[in-house]
């Protein structure tokens, strides 16, 4: 056994890169999909065996939903890192939108082109390429490794909520390292998450729909629906709901620090790629960052009402319904949200509009910036990109890193591989392979940092 420092273990990495990109397109070539069940045990099967050809000791937990794998390997240290991933991921739909199949990974331009490339295959590998490495360098990893690996994450992740409290002392670490993608300039840190109320409002004024000669006499839902809605929100931006806002708590100074330091966001390129009419309240680049880390939300996600096919069908719409999702910070619950809403429509005149929220919610959670699990990967950033890293203390996605924060009280860090262009839930998805053992590079620099720490 070797003793060599994060040189040979870097080399070493490069040495196998080809195979790396080669386990990535294997995970990538077997489907996952969890909203529809396509693939998943196929993908649960795939996973434990590629763990297990890693090294770890691995148990699979069958739950309400599909199973969650946990993994150990012994280090060198007394310390313990808590990894997570999930093996899940997006419908590849529009598939006809694909250049090539979204399960049939292609290599062009030095890129991985799958379903799943980034989001969250490449996590993956980019992690267990960076043990391996160790492993053949040294014969262990600087510190513990446990690893967390779940099959529902696109699905809001219902069956962690439970497993994480059921299971805290087989999870117990010291740090935890989620997953996460990249800013084009550098590693992001993220220490937390959004929460999330999903709503559903729908309203029925007559139980058909009516031939629109009828609009001077009968009632439209569309009309009906929009106009509560309307009452919900003005055109300068603002929740109208009463008490939507009284949970928020301020940032601290602490935290109004870290938002100052985040870099701008390129207003020109956003405009220009994603063809943008504007940003909201026309706000420029500078203000986007705090504006989107720290504000709640509160989208129409999606609306349905009468005819919406091709061509014309003239009806007055005798149901209605809208899709709301509501973004949270800390410290919001959705069923505080929920109940807002529910005591807005009634204020309003519109109770016989029926609010379901659909799910359980999630609940936002942020983790301290101080820690030394984001010291490590400050300090590993720096190391293989020469670059600080941006630091979010929130989160702007609501994945469930708050079953970690609330429930096994331990630091936590989003950070890994991707880019935020490479088309993480869209068709085309794409992981750039030197991203890829970078990104390998990074998470073994972030074991060693730790264990060190």
Not at 213 to 239: C, F, P
Request: charged share 25%; proline share 5%.
């Amino acid at each position: 056994m070797t003793t060599g420092g994060l040189s040979e273990v870097f080399a070493y990495i490069d040495a196998h890169a080809e195979q790396t990109v080669a386990d990535l397109c294997e995970l990538c070539r077997q489907p996952s999909i969890s909203t529809t069940h396509i693939g998943i045990e196929g993908m649960a099967v795939l996973m434990q065996e590629r763990l297990e050809r890693t090294g770890f000791d691995v148990t699979r937990h069958e739950t309400s939903h599909n199973p969650i794998f946990t993994g150990f390997l012994p280090g060198r240290s007394d310390k313990t890192l808590l990894f997570y991933n999930h093996y899940d991921v997006q419908p590849p739909d529009p598939e006809d939108e694909w250049i090539s199949p979204p399960f049939e990974p292609a290599i062009r331009d030095g890129h991985v082109f799958a379903r799943g490339a980034t989001d969250n295959k490449g996590n993956i590998m980019s992690r267990l390429a960076a043990f391996e490495a160790f492993l053949a360098v040294r014969g262990e990893l600087p510190c513990n490794v446990k690893y967390l690996i779940e099959g529902n994450e696109e699905m809001s992740s219902p069956s962690l909520r439970h497993f994480v409290p059921e299971n805290a002392e087989l999870l117990s670490a010291d740090g935890c390292i989620w997953e996460d993608t990249f800013r084009e300039d550098a590693p992001v840190l993220s220490l937390g998450n959004k929460g999330m109320c999903y709503l559903e409002l729908s309203c029925q004024t007559a139980n058909v729909d009516f031939h629109s000669s009828h609009a001077q006499i009968y009632e439209n839902a569309g009309w009906r629906l929009t106009w509560a809605l309307g009452t919900m929100k003005d055109e300068n931006e603002n929740i109208l709901i009463d008490g939507y806002y009284d949970e928020v708590v301020p940032l601290n100074e602490s935290e109004e620090a870290l938002i100052e330091k985040i870099k701008s966001y390129d207003a020109d390129e956003r405009m220009k790629k994603f063809e943008l009419r504007r940003f909201l309240l026309d706000l420029p680049g500078e203000e986007l960052p705090r504006r989107h880390l720290t504000n709640p939300s509160f989208n129409i996600a999606g609306l349905n009402a009468g005819y919406t096919g091709q061509g014309r069908k003239t009806i007055v719409a005798g149901r209605a319904s809208a899709k709301i999702d509501c973004r949270l910070v800390v410290a919001q619950t959705p069923e505080h949200i929920y109940q807002c809403v529910r005591r807005h429509l009634d204020k309003h005149g519109f109770k016989d509009i029926e609010v379901e929220m659909l799910g359980t919610g999630s609940y936002p959670a942020k983790s301290d910036p101080e820690s030394t699990v984001v010291k490590a990967c400050q300090e590993a950033s720096r190391e293989v990109y020469g670059k600080e890293a941006i630091i979010n203390p929130f989160g702007s996605g609501s994945t469930p890193t708050w079953t970690i924060i609330r429930h096994l009280g331990i630091p936590l860090c989003s950070t890994g591989v991707g880019y935020i262009t490479a088309r993480t839930h869209s068709v085309n998805e794409n992981l750039k392979i030197e991203h890829l053992i970078e990104g390998a590079k990074y998470m073994a620099a972030i074991c060693e940092r730790f264990a060190a720490s």
